[in-house]
């Protein structure tokens, strides 16, 4: 089956600029999470839908970050403006939503640069 | 906030020891995962254990979890040059959402 999927691999932006990354999620995952991996910590969760539905936003900074899962099946995360301390790895994951299926698939990360 | 501290922060070892890390974390779990990442493959999914488990197997690997402890062990055995990556820890602490929260990760280095 075809991985998680995400674009771009890799942004460089100014500060105050805007920037969007795109996820598409292993078909039929009905749950899709955005974390944010800042050079050498652990993935930290921004966001989590179920289906199009958003499960858990706590950790999303949402003055300035957004995103949007329509028809339940790719996501978009934006950020806007853009501050230095953005510059991280963006990782979209997916999760089945199918009995004991507790394993996230993740995608390749987008690598962002604030300057 | 992270939940997980995983430990040590690096290691260093030769190929065919083994390496064993550890995890710790502070509240109860449903489950807890380990995860490895290299910048080849990005973040793969290695092994999962429930909480009403004690020890798991998976080829080469073995996870251990100690809830009294709030505790946990990931051990690699005869290592391979290609095992060299950052390895995570995950809980879960509800089956219902699968929320996953990531410990700082343990940097392995296998020298051949």
């Known amino acids: 089956e075809a991985g998680v999927a995400q674009s771009p691999r890799y942004k460089i932006i100014e500060k105050r600029q805007s920037v969007a990354f795109w996820c598409n999620p292993i078909s039929g995952h009905a749950t899709l999470y955005w974390y944010q991996q800042i050079l050498g910590q652990g993935p930290k969760l921004l966001i989590q839908f179920q289906n199009n539905g958003v499960v858990d936003d706590s950790q999303l900074p949402k003055d300035r970050f957004s995103a949007e899962r329509l028809k339940g099946v790719d996501s978009t995360l934006k950020i806007q403006p853009a501050k230095l301390e953005d510059s991280a790895v963006y990782l979209c994951a997916s999760r089945s939503s199918g009995r004991g299926s507790y394993e996230q698939y993740f995608g390749p990360g987008t690598r962002l640069t604030v300057t | 906030s992270q939940q997980g501290e995983e430990d040590p922060q690096a290691l260093s070892i030769q190929e065919g020891e083994n390496a064993t890390m550890n995890c710790s974390y502070k509240t109860s779990i449903n489950n807890l995962q380990w995860y490895r990442q290299n910048s080849g493959r990005g973040l793969v999914h290695l092994i999962l254990i429930r909480s009403n488990e004690r020890e798991k197997h998976s080829g080469r690997l073995r996870v251990t979890l100690d809830t009294s402890k709030k505790s946990s062990s990931l051990l690699i055995t005869a290592s391979r040059a290609a095992d060299t990556a950052s390895y995570f820890c995950?809980?879960?602490?509800?089956?219902?959402?699968?929320?996953?929260?990531f410990g700082q990760g343990t940097t392995l280095q296998v020298k051949p």
């Open positions: 995950a809980t879960d602490r509800s089956s219902n959402t699968g929320k996953l929260i």
